[in-house]
């Protein structure tokens, strides 16, 4: 049986760009899928096409069980989409929105009004309830976008890197909203550039580029395909990158230690984790090898990335989405956390 | 802050489609446009100072150069200019329209607004009667001012009500050329110099401001067969005011009917063109 969503072989062309180049989907219902890539990867695209706002040029989609293609109206029932701009009308105040929305879902006036109140409350948004959103502060503002995409709790959710330009303390309160929402059964496609944000949440992750799909996985099993863990260390003085490169060839997995000469820096592939790296610690200690630095360290999915593509995730160009505030953001962090 | 987990896992209610709910989602989208319109006072503000200036500056300044039936008589001119300034006036609706669709676009409104099982053409028909709401508070504060510097209605009240239809009408034909073009372009700012500077010509090539007989012959054509000239035929004939053209040109002699006419098709064309591109806009 098909997933929530199910698209097969999603094309999608701008002019020259490719934006999608046959993208494969499947989320079971009630997981999280994560769709994780560079901007102008096709990320957004992908998520436009499930949401009836973009006919592709090929393929088919499936949402909540109905043809995405053949009866879209019937599709948006069913989804809730919550953008990177939170599309709230300033203007308006949080409990208008909500109500708008509401009664454009089909709800009775009454319904709309209270389901209003209730996300409100829900979103501790009661207090600015009445006053219109373009006072909120832009955490309030996407929670208010997010109640707007809950308004009938649709069984399906689409995402759109939902905490994009988030504050790390507001980005921490949405993952608890979102994880909430996806134990109450809520089948969930999420879109983002943060790897820790898929690690994070998804069930199943794809990573996508240039409009394809090229690879898929739980976050370990993708991990596991960079080679799992390693032991780092770095040297106190060049001459003992000799000496430090037998000790870690003897408890290397493979063996193969890399070398980078002018940080001293020595890295090799283990199994045995903490227990492993203390002996590592006291065999470098027994040959007088003295370290400035050393430690475990597990794969993160920059790692994933980049071993996929050979490029990081964030320093990759992006023809159709020239001003990704995310980017710079993400291209702060160092690859090798 | 909790998610609504224990809430019931349903999908909306079946749209009831036809009629009765394109409409009521009409209205809803026109109650939130003109909550927008009262928490943005200064746009009313400002749609209201252009007209006003329009009077004082045609009728004052143009006044007493102008030959109308044969008279020079600036309050004369001043008659004959309001119908042309009210028609103007509805058409600025257009400017309104178009910047309010292109934000709702730039914002990501428009796409929230597709996601959801409303009907099709309900974003744009609300927002086009919410201008026709304020079109009409528009028409109402001019028609004081134009009062109050010697405006005189000449040929009874129901006639001249029948006028204010007509422009009401007009007004709301051009706010679907707005929202075609506030579909069509990529910012707010675009939309409304977009929505304006087609308007210039239009309105200026037509009888509203001058006498169109003492055009050159070819010129004379273009303003008779001005979908706008025929309103403002039909509303100096309805006001009594002066200045009714003595064309032999068939939209002058009925411009009642032509200005009914022109109306419904611009409606019938550009309703269709916009919500066909609203249907499809990424």
Redesign the interface.
């Known amino acids: 049986m098909p997933g929530a969503i199910h698209a097969e072989g999603l094309v999608k062309t701008f002019g020259d760009v490719r934006a999608l180049d046959g993208v494969d989907l499947d989320v079971p219902e009630g997981t999280v899928l994560g769709l994780l890539g560079p901007n102008g990867a096709g990320k957004t695209t992908t998520v436009r096409v499930l949401t009836t706002l973009l006919r592709p040029d090929s393929g088919r989609a499936v949402v909540a069980g109905v043809d995405v293609l053949k009866h879209p109206n019937e599709v948006r029932r069913s989804i809730g989409l919550s953008g990177q701009f939170a599309a709230v009308d300033e203007y308006l105040t949080g409990r208008e929105n909500l109500h708008m929305v509401g009664r454009l879902y089909q709800m009775s006036g009454r319904a709309a009004k209270a389901r209003a109140a209730e996300l409100l409350e829900r979103f501790g948004l009661a207090d600015a309830a009445d006053r219109p959103a373009k006072t909120y502060s832009g955490g309030m503002r996407r929670r208010l976008d997010l109640a707007a995409a809950l308004v009938v709790s649709p069984p399906v959710m689409f995402m759109d890197e939902p905490t994009t330009g988030l504050d790390p303390r507001n980005r921490q309160a949405l993952w608890e909203v979102i994880q909430e929402l996806v134990a109450g059964g809520t089948t969930l496609l999420l879109t983002t550039q943060y790897l820790e944000e898929a690690d994070h949440l998804a069930h199943e992750i794809c990573v996508v580029d240039h409009g394809r799909v090229i690879a898929r996985g739980t976050s370990d099993q993708l991990k596991a395909r960079t080679g799992g863990e390693r032991v780092e260390v770095v040297v106190h003085r060049p001459d003992e990158i000799a000496a430090g490169r037998e000790v870690l060839a003897a408890f290397g997995r493979s063996g193969a230690v890399t070398v980078e000469e002018h940080t001293r820096r020595l890295t090799v592939p283990v199994t045995g984790g903490a227990k492993l790296l203390a002996e590592v610690i006291r065999e470098l200690d027994a040959r007088g090898v003295e370290i400035d630095d050393i430690g475990l360290r597990r794969p993160t999915l920059d790692d994933v990335f980049i071993s996929l593509t050979g490029h990081a995730a964030e320093q990759k160009d992006a023809p159709d989405a020239p001003d990704a505030a995310g980017a710079t953001a993400a291209s702060r962090k160092d690859p090798l956390k | ?16 489609g036809g009629i009765v ?1 394109s409409l ?2 009409s209205l ?2 026109a ?2 446009n003109l ?2 319109m009262r ?2 006072p200064e746009m009313m503000i400002f749609g209201l100072v252009q007209p006003i200036m329009f009077v004082v500056l045609f009728s004052y300044v143009f006044g007493g150069s102008m030959n109308i039936g044969g008279s020079t008589d600036p309050s004369v001119y001043r008659n004959f200019l309001m119908a042309g300034i009210f028609a103007q006036t509805v058409t600025f609706a257009t400017a309104g329209a178009g910047a309010g669709i292109a934000d709702d676009m730039h ?3 428009i ?8 009907a099709r053409g ?1 974003v744009l028909t609300g927002r086009t009667l919410a201008d026709l709401v304020q079109t009409a508070l528009t028409v109402v504060v001019l028609a004081v001012v134009a009062l109050l510097v010697g405006w005189r209605i000449d040929a009874g009240v129901p006639k001249a009500l029948a006028a204010f239809a007509l422009l009401l009408l007009l007004g709301y034909a051009f706010s679907w050329i707005g929202a075609l073009i506030g579909l069509s372009v990529r910012t707010p700012e675009a939309a409304t110099s977009g929505g304006l500077i087609w308007l210039f010509p239009v309105t200026f090539t037509s009888n509203a401001f001058v006498d169109s007989g003492r055009m050159t012959p070819w010129l004379r054509h273009v303003a008779e067969w001005n979908p706008f000239s025929a309103t403002v035929q039909a509303c100096r004939e309805l006001f009594g005011n002066p200045g009714v053209s003595p064309s032999d040109a068939w939209p002058m002699q009925h411009p009642v009917w032509a200005s009914v006419i022109w109306s419904l098709l611009i409606i019938v064309v550009f309703r269709t063109l916009a919500v066909r591109k609203y249907r ?1 806009a ?1």
């Open positions: 802050m909790t998610a609504a987990t224990d809430a019931p896992r349903l999908a909306a209610p079946r749209p009831r709910q009521t989602d809803v989208v109650r939130r909550i927008r928490r943005i914002k990501g409104l796409d929230r607004f597709r996601s959801l099982p409303m309900a499809s990424a």
